[in-house]
């Protein structure tokens, strides 16, 4: 067995198309194994700072946006948790697009931090299913809920990036950061302690610890995937 050079579902040695998504391979670029690079956290946080630092004033609205929407739909009766969790995908992949669009050398606008309410459906399964995963894995005991955590560290961008439904996503994730899962959980425990204290730092802090954290994860992303679309457009387009 191989894996699809787009989606990286599983496919027989000699098919001609991908039975997940379809791509026809035996065009260029035949089916793969899952890539895999040394993980250097600091490199993706260097790369995430100088992201941020293209597009400052964008980041830090929408991080105040975010907050703000997250504030409000939190102090809804009942509903507002599971209103919380909804839009936390759609949110989260907006600091992706920008920065996988400064990443491309284009200008971004801030219309382009709402492109992940496109991929609303999906982004709000994903949130669902990897909170109940995850939350189970807390419960009956943590090493397997950190695990899942870990794991789905891309899911979210690689449904926006490579238009992958949300289960896909989660596993294409897993089984490519299980192979380092270590080193992306050093990664992943960097950022929360940056946004620790972005938190202490009156909360105002938060309001770049958080996109810089977002375009860190999108940095690192890119070198372990490798951008698949074009973000030319207000909708990203997989290629091939």
């Known amino acids: 067995m191989a894996y699809c050079p787009q989606c990286q579902g ?60 997250q504030a ?9 948790t599971l209103i919380s969790l909804a839009l936390a995908g759609p949110f989260g992949a907006g600091f992706y697009v920008v920065s996988a669009k400064l990443m491309q050398r284009q200008t971004p606008t801030f219309q382009d931090f709402f492109t992940g309410f496109q991929f609303f459906l999906p982004l709000l399964l994903l949130s669902v299913v ?23 560290l891309f899911a979210t961008m690689l449904v926006v990036d490579r238009r992958l439904d949300f289960w896909p996503a989660m596993e294409l994730s897993r089984r490519t950061v299980q192979a380092q899962w270590f080193g992306f959980f050093v990664f992943l425990l960097l950022l929360v302690l940056i946004n620790l204290v972005g938190v202490i730092a009156l909360g105002i802090g938060v309001l770049i610890s958080a996109p810089v954290s977002a375009c860190a994860v999108a940095a690192a992303y890119a070198e372990v995937f490798g951008l698949q679309s074009d973000y030319s457009g207000s909708t990203p387009v997989v290629d091939g």
């Open 10 to 69: 599983l496919v027989e040695e000699n098919a001609q198309v991908c039975p997940s998504c379809g791509r026809n391979l035996s065009a260029p670029g035949p089916a793969s194994e899952i890539p895999g690079k040394m993980v250097n956290p600091g490199q993706y946080l260097r790369a995430g700072w100088e992201l941020f630092k293209l597009y400052p004033g964008g980041f830090v609205g929408f991080a105040l946006i975010f907050l703000i929407v």
């Open 72 to 80: 409000l739909v939190g102090n809804i009766p009942r509903a507002g």
């Open 130 to 152: 990897s909170s109940i995963l995850i939350g189970l894995g807390l419960i009956l005991l943590i090493i397997p809920g950190v695990y899942l955590l870990v794991c789905y």
